[in-house]
């Protein structure tokens, strides 16, 4: 399998309430070379349970850090999970539309 052009670094903490509308907004994209590295920041909700759906998708990469260590301590080992081209961010309460990275992937390659 080649490398991704984007990977998606999405860190969370017991949001298991919202996550199934960000990673919809990114499982519906246009444009579908990507991978999304979530970072589970030791959530004490249901957030482990609910991610097994999304990750039968084999772009979906889960990991949990067993004790809450912060967002950006997340966010930075996503980055270096990350194999994709392209790095671009989404957080657990956020909705892309659903031509974000094929925009973003026509923009990097005019230049």
Request: proline share 5%; aromatic share 12%.
């Amino acid at each position: 399998m080649s490398e991704p052009l984007f990977s998606i670094v999405l860190p969370t903490y017991n949001r298991a309430h919202m996550l199934p509308g960000a990673l919809s907004t990114v499982a519906r994209q246009t444009f579908g070379d990507y991978e999304v590295l979530i970072v589970d920041d030791g959530s004490a909700d249901d957030t482990p349970e609910m991610i097994k759906t999304w990750t039968k998708d084999p772009r979906f990469k889960y990991t949990r850090v067993p004790k809450n260590i912060g967002n950006m301590a997340c966010r930075n080992m996503a980055l270096e999970m990350a194999t994709g081209t392209w790095i671009t961010n989404i957080d657990s309460d956020d909705f892309w539309t659903l031509n974000r990275l094929e925009a973003f992937a026509r923009f990097f390659k005019k230049r």
